[in-house]
Every structure is written in C-alpha cells, then in structure tokens.
C-alpha cells in the first residue's frame, strides 16, 4: 500500500456522501468564509450566525480551512462559549473581546445582521 493511501480507501470510497457535500456545497462553503472575514476585530458571531440552519456546517467548514485570512477565533457556540479553548480565548482577549468565566459577552460584542456584511 502506498503512503499516499488511508484506511477506507479504495473503490468506491470517495463516493460516500458527507454533511455539506453535494451540489452547491463549495457556495456554501465560500458563503460561510465570507461571513467570518466579514467580522471587524473585537465582534463575534456564533455558528448560527455564519451558517443559518446549519451551524455544524460552519465549524466544519472552518476545521477545514487552511486559509491565513480566516478570523475563524471570533465564531462561538451559541451560548458564548469557545469551541477552541484557551487559544481561542487568548486571541479574543487580545482583541477586547469581554469573557464571563468561560463565555464570550454576547450582549456586548455579538453582531447578528448579516446583511450588514
């Protein structure tokens, strides 16, 4: 087996069908990193907000990028609270982002319309 092949690998395998795949998924996808470039330092936005109906969508799509211009540290869980721990919480801190024990202030610092961006 070559290095270059997984586990799960083989005939038939990339035509597994994930959440997010399919038609009009990149859109999707270019959408969501739009939505999260869009969002000024000291703001955030939670999952549901750069991914109406789909807030899962938009954490994957974020795992996933590889792109240095993603602020992907300014998108929290709806409640305020950091999906990435402690660096996430560092790099908000150094924009002013205000925290409440483990939660973002959402009151202070959450922007909800998108179509502002």
Known sequence: MSAS??????????????????????????AI???VRAIPPGFVRTYG???PGAPRLA???????????????????????????ERQRRLLEAEGVPLRGERVVLSRVRLDDLDAI
């Not at 083989?10 to 009009?24: C, K, L």
């Not at 996933?64 to 211009?69: E, I, V």
Request: no cysteine; net charge positive.
């Open 49 to 51: 907000d750069v991914s």
């Open 5 to 30: 092949r997984r586990a799960g690998d083989g005939p038939g395998a990339g035509d597994r069908q994930r959440p997010g795949d399919g038609p009009g998924a990149g859109d999707r996808a270019a």
């Open 59 to 85: 954490g994957r799509v974020l795992s996933q990028t590889d792109a240095r211009d993603v602020p992907w540290h300014r998108v929290v869980r709806a409640d305020g609270s950091l999906a990435q721990g």
């Open 33 to 35: 990193l739009a939505r």
